[in-house]
């Protein structure tokens, strides 16, 4: 099986939807794919690999073609009709935030009129499409649980650390929460922004270094960071939303993490944060969401 990974618009840079396409090629590759990534920009520098980039590529011996983003639907659909490969959308967000809901809807039709096979990374993207009659699957990209891992350093007693995720690209990271957040409780804690600029073992002493996890983002497939922080000892705060990518993993062991619905409510949380327990997320993610090896071969499965 050949898979081309089609970032053609979107490209690649040092975000976590790159990174996850280029681990996801990785685990395929070692599963016995042909992987290469169709890009005109590759500016993604967080880890070494050992995948194939090119702006121009023949398409002979490829046996099918995924978009990896709403950017990426109209060439992967061109190049399915020209070369017969065939046609895979990995949603991985609501992406309305490029040219709207109504552009975004389109392209979905479109996709799926064409044939073309969705697979979402989230159950809550599937319950959406399926509103709009279209039926998806579900795969997640998976997560390294071998890698991440709490340290066992943290002093619960002392000053704690919230930390949060940054962006100034995508407002539907919501940082202004985090920002009302700081305000509000001023130097009681310390606090830690990601910025997304760390390579791996750097993220997870970045994980290991805050006692606390403010979930804040909005319209997210499967919200990977949360799961990476939860895994390496944080106490996990997250919206109350479906969008906020959060649920496939926390619902329903409520008993693990607290949800908040309004800022207030999640300035209370934050307050009474001893109040629960975070020993269980080894045993949680693992069964809701399995490792990267386990998801890939479902991927395969899918595509055949």
């Not at 202004?176 to 009681?188: A, P």
């Not at 906020?244 to 307050?271: A, Q, S, W």
């Not at 944060?273 to 269980?280: E, L, Q, V």
Request: net charge negative.
């Amino acid at each position: 099986m050949n898979i081309l990974f089609n970032a053609t618009v979107c490209g690649l840079g040092n975000n976590g939807g790159t990174k996850t396409i280029i681990k996801s090629g990785e685990v395929l590759k070692c599963l016995g794919c042909g992987v290469s990534i169709l890009a005109d920009v590759n500016n993604y520098t967080w880890h070494k690999h050992n995948l194939y980039f090119r702006p121009d590529i023949s398409f002979c011996g490829y046996d099918t073609i995924v978009s990896v983003s709403v950017w990426d639907v109209d060439s992967t659909l061109e190049i399915s009709k020209e070369h017969g490969l065939k046609p895979v959308w990995w949603i991985r967000g609501w992406e309305k935030w490029v040219k709207g809901e109504e552009w975004l809807i389109s392209q979905l039709h479109k996709f799926y009129e064409f044939g073309g096979l969705l697979i979402c990374n989230s159950s809550w993207l599937v319950d959406h499409l399926r509103s709009f009659n279209m039926y998806s699957e579900l795969c997640f990209a998976g997560l390294d649980l071998h890698f991440w891992k709490d340290y066992g350093l943290r002093d619960w007693d002392s000053k704690f650390t919230v930390g949060g995720l940054w962006s100034d690209k995508h407002k539907t990271k919501r940082f202004d929460i985090f920002e009302r957040v700081m305000e509000h409780f001023g130097d009681k804690y310390n606090y830690k922004i990601l910025k997304g600029d760390l390579n791996n073992g750097q993220l997870r002493n970045f994980y290991n270094e805050c006692h606390i996890w403010v979930a804040t983002s909005e319209l997210e497939g499967f919200h990977q960071v949360p799961a990476e922080a939860a895994l390496c000892g944080c106490k996990l705060l997250c919206n109350d939303n479906l969008r906020g990518g959060t649920f496939d993993y926390t619902y329903p062991h409520n008993v693990n993490f607290f949800r908040y619905d309004n800022i207030d409510n999640l300035f209370k949380k934050i307050e009474h944060i001893d109040n629960f327990c975070i020993d269980a997320w080894h045993d949680i993610l693992p069964r809701s969401v399995g490792d990267r090896e386990t998801n890939m071969k479902k991927f395969m499965e899918l595509i055949k």
